[in-house]
């Protein structure tokens, strides 16, 4: 074999070993395994910023698939990707897109919880929030607008705050105001001298006062215990009182009820007194018998009694 011939060899068996070096270098940065098998999922995000097609998909922060494609439904970004088939995420997971540097690209994080119980891996998952510096920027953003609309209601609470100033100003700066406050000020210190003098010519008045109070609230509480002494003394016969007016009571109901009863049973006609009291047969007869007693009265009155013994 000539030199040439051996060099030739040397350089093809480098270039080959370069070759395969980028190809492993390649399949490794997007996600391609060889012997691995893989399965799809969908996920859906507010917002991707900054996310792309090849991204990496980490399993608690292990790299495991990679970004599929995007679609946009309705208000909300569907996101499909890939990871390794012997991965297992849970009901607990949680899903966010993350920042690997400040201003680098993005990524997306999967926890994939503790549950025993495992997603339906057909069915779309729901991202969380995204912890990353744009997110931050935009809270940043609001958070700046409503410490600006908090600067404009301080600075018209300072302005309303001055008016008042100015107004208390005026009104202290008035010399009538100033007249009328130093009288009346002059007037409270008169009516506290003369309210102690009134208190040190009547301390004795006051004390008597308070004795004499003291011994009617020992008489009303003296006599309070008669009270209660009298109501102890007296607790049996009360109590019997009680229950012969309870005895009494109970006799009286009975009495009421019977005689509804009665009144019943007669309105009714079960008896012979309602038969008797609502028999309009009787009252007729009983009307009948009267005149004829009422014309035999009266021919007696006026023919006399005839009696004819033989």
Do not use: H
């Not at 292990?62 to 849970?90: C, W």
């Not at 949680?94 to 069915?123: F, H, S, V």
């Not at 049996?236 to 005689?259: C, R, W």
């Amino acid at each position: 074999m000539s030199y040439k011939q051996y060099s030739a060899i040397k350089v093809g068996i480098f270039v080959a070993f370069a070759i395969i070096i980028v190809i492993g270098t390649i399949f490794w940065a997007k996600s391609f395994y060889l012997n691995k098998g893989t399965k799809d999922c969908k996920v859906y995000f507010d917002n991707v910023t900054g996310l792309k097609q090849g991204d990496p998909v980490l399993i608690n922060g292990v790299r495991k698939g990679k970004v599929l494609n995007f679609d946009i439904e309705g208000d909300s970004v569907l996101v499909e990707f890939s990871i390794e088939e012997d991965i297992r995420i849970y009901i607990d997971y949680r899903i966010e897109i993350i920042a690997t540097e400040l201003l680098g690209g993005k990524m997306i994080n999967i926890t994939p919880g503790k549950e025993k119980q495992e997603i339906d891996y057909n069915l779309s998952m729901i991202g969380s929030g995204s912890n990353d510096m744009m997110a931050l920027m935009s809270n940043f953003s609001d958070l700046a607008g409503d410490v600006k609309v908090l600067i404009g209601n301080f600075n018209k609470a300072t302005i309303d705050l001055e008016k008042v100033l100015v107004n208390v100003n005026e009104i202290i700066g008035d010399p009538n105001t100033k007249k009328n406050l130093k009288s009346t000020v002059g007037n409270i210190e008169v009516a506290s001298r003369n309210l102690n003098l009134l208190i040190a010519e009547n301390r004795v008045s006051l004390k008597n006062l308070a004795d004499k109070t003291g011994l009617t609230i020992d008489k009303f509480g003296n006599t309070m215990d008669n009270v209660n002494e009298f109501v102890d003394d007296t607790k049996p016969e009360i109590k019997n009182t009680f229950q012969d007016v309870q005895s009494l009571t109970e006799k009286v109901n009975t009495l009421v009820e019977n005689l509804n009863v009665l009144v019943t049973d007669i309105t009714e006609q079960k008896s012979g007194v309602g038969k008797f009291i609502y028999d309009d047969k009787f009252f007729d007869n009983l009307n009948n018998t009267l005149i004829e007693i009422e014309k035999l009265t009266k021919k007696i009155r006026d023919d006399g009694v005839k009696i004819d013994l033989f």
